[in-house]
T-cell receptor, first 112, second 113 residues
Framework: EAAVTQSPRSKVAVTGGKVTLSCHQTNNHDYMYWYRQDTGHGLRLIHYSYVADSTEKGDIPDGYKASRPSQENFSLILELASLSQTAVYFC???????????FGKGTRLTVV | GEKVEQHESTLSVREGDSAVINCTYTDTASSYFPWYKQEAGKSLHFVIDIRSNVDRKQSQRLIVLLDKKAKRFSLHITATQPEDSAIYFCAANEMDSNYQLIWGSGTKLIIKP
């Protein structure tokens, strides 16, 4: 079965600190995504990638960087965490656009 | 760019009745419309989708209808059961951003006994 694994599952970070969220997929999918979920806003796309060593900006990239060092791994980096970045973050993968997306279990990030 | 609006933020139906969740989209070039389910405390998973070459698709108790003229699609859950309680997200692909999915804000479906 398709698997997307996120780590950590939850994290408390201090304002101004650096946070790295990691994602690993065993689906052999080309596309990987980072979404943010806030109550009442559904899912918003932060960054995505369709090939290793390349990332693309999504709808809300400000304050976030992404890294795709291999097909399997995709990281989301918050260089200077802010209170407004408190949210649940989901990583996902798909083998092409417009097909089923497989989600990780999410990371609950709290910035204090 | 594409905007997807999910009209009901919360929907409450009695067990055994049908539930209907509606979404509208703005990009006439959108061609793919999936629905995902998120149970309490869990991640999202795919439930059903429809492509623009058809206007109806059914999978067991789930029916998706697509009205391209009105740019509206809907998820019908028949004979609802307690395990249908969840947040349901609709999405549509967007041509301008390499067909990435644009998501609705979610509808919390509550099944009352």
């Amino acid at each position: 079965e398709a698997a997307v694994t996120q780590s950590p599952r939850s994290k408390v970070a201090v304002t101004g600190g650096k946070v790295t969220l990691s994602c690993h997929q065993t689906n052999n999918h080309d596309y990987m995504y980072w979404y943010r979920q806030d109550t009442g806003h559904g899912l918003r796309l932060i960054h995505y990638s369709y090939v290793a060593d390349s990332t693309e900006k999504g709808d809300i990239p400000d304050g976030y960087k992404a890294s795709r060092p291999s097909q399997e791994n995709f990281s989301l980096i918050l260089e200077l965490a802010s209170l407004s970045q408190t949210a649940v973050y989901f990583c996902a993968s798909s083998d092409a656009d417009s097909t089923e997306v497989f989600f990780g279990k999410g990371t609950r990030l709290t910035v204090v | 760019g594409e905007k997807v609006e999910q009209h009901e933020s919360t929907l409450s139906v009695r067990e055994g009745d049908s539930a209907v969740i509606n979404c509208t989209y703005t990009d006439t070039a959108s061609s793919y419309f999936p629905w995902y389910k998120q149970e309490a405390g869990k991640s999202l998973h795919f439930v059903i989708d429809i492509r623009s070459n058809v206007d109806r698709k059914q999978s067991q108790r789930l029916i998706v209808l697509l009205d391209k003229k009105a740019k509206r699609f809907s998820l019908h859950i028949t004979a609802t059961q307690p395990e249908d309680s969840a947040i349901y997200f609709c999405a549509a692909n967007e041509m301008d951003s390499n067909y990435q999915l644009i998501w609705g804000s979610g509808t919390k479906l509550i099944i009352k006994p």
